[in-house]
T-cell receptor
Framework: QQQVKQSPQSLIVQKGGIPIINCAYENTAFDYFPWYQQFPGKGPALLIAIRPDVSEKKEGRFTISFNKSAKQFSLHIMDSQPGDSATYFCAASKKDNAGNMLTFGGGTRLMVKP | NAGVMQNPRHLVRRRGQEARLRCSPMKGHSHVYWYRQLPEEGLKFMVYLQKENIIDESGMPKERFSAEFPKEGPSILRIQQVVRGDSAAYFC??????????FGQGTRLTVV
C-alpha cells in the first residue's frame, strides 16, 4: 500500500533529448508528489512537486505529468544537458497533520551524453 | 540561511560500537525526518520528530536504533552495537509544517 514504483532504473540520452521517468503509486491517500535530484555524495535536492488537483506542472526545463485515475506520474526533462546527469527519485506523501513523511521510488540513474 | 547540517559526513565504526549521527535543521524548521539509503537504492523513511517528541517511528528497526530531537541542540540518530548491515548513507531532512522537506548532505556510515 505504501510503495512507489519507479522506472526505468537507468537511462541514457543524448544532449538535447527528453528523458522521461515514470512512477506509479498504490496508496490513494497520497496527495503530494515531489521529485528529487541527487548527485553522487550529495543529499537529494527538491526539483519540482505536484498535487493531484492539477495534471501538469512545469518549472523551467522540468515538467511533471500527473494521472490521478491511473495513479501514475512522470518527470520530463526538456533539452537535457550533461549537467542533468544524476539520480532522480520520485516520492509521495500524505500532507496531513502528520507532516511530510516521504515514500521514495527506487531511483533512476540518468546519463546525458554530450 | 544555512541548509540542513549533518555531521559527521563520514563515520567509520567497528562492529559492536555505537554510532551517533547529528542533524541541525534549517532555521525556523521544527520538523525533522531521518532516512536511510542503502547503496543503489532509494531512501527509506525511518523516523519523524518534532522538538522533544517522536511523532512517527514506523520505519525504525525495533532494536539498537533510537532518535531524539531535544529542546536545545541537534537531532541525534543513535545506532548501538552496529553491524555490517547498518552501513549506509543516513539523511536528515527538515521542514516547516506542511511544506517541502530539505535534505542535508548525509552521513555515510561504514561498519568494519
Amino acid at each position: 500500500q505504501q510503495q512507489v514504483k519507479q522506472s526505468p532504473q537507468s537511462l541514457i540520452v543524448q544532449k538535447g533529448g527528453i528523458p522521461i521517468i515514470n512512477c506509479a503509486y498504490e496508496n490513494t491517500a497520497f496527495d503530494y508528489f515531489p521529485w528529487y535530484q541527487q548527485f553522487p555524495g550529495k543529499g537529494p535536492a527538491l526539483l519540482i512537486a505536484i498535487r493531484p488537483d492539477v495534471s501538469e506542472k512545469k518549472e523551467g526545463r522540468f515538467t511533471i505529468s500527473f494521472n490521478k485515475s491511473a495513479k501514475q506520474f512522470s518527470l520530463h526533462i526538456m533539452d537535457s544537458q550533461p549537467g542533468d546527469s544524476a539520480t532522480y527519485f520520485c516520492a509521495a506523501s500524505k500532507k496531513d497533520n502528520a507532516g511530510n513523511m516521504l515514500t521514495f521510488g527506487g531511483g533512476t540513474r540518468l546519463m546525458v551524453k554530450p | 540561511n544555512a541548509g540542513v547540517m549533518q555531521n559527521p559526513r563520514h563515520l567509520v565504526r567497528r562492529r559492536g560500537q555505537e554510532a551517533r549521527l547529528r542533524c541541525s535543521p534549517m532555521k525556523g524548521h521544527s520538523h525533522v525526518y531521518w532516512y536511510r539509503q542503502l547503496p543503489e537504492e532509494g531512501l527509506k523513511f525511518m523516523v519523524y520528530l518534532q522538538k522533544e517528541n517522536i511523532i512517527d517511528e514506523s520505519g525504525m528497526p525495533k532494536e539498537r536504533f533510537s532518535a531524539e530531537f531535544p529542546k536545545e541542540g541537534p537531532s541525534i540518530l543513535r545506532i548501538q552495537q552496529v553491524v555490517r548491515g547498518d552501513s549506509a548513507a543516513y539523511f536528515c531532512a527538515s521542514s516547516p509544517r506542511q511544506a517541502e522537506a530539505f535534505f542535508g548532505q548525509g552521513t555515510r556510515l561504514t561498519v568494519v
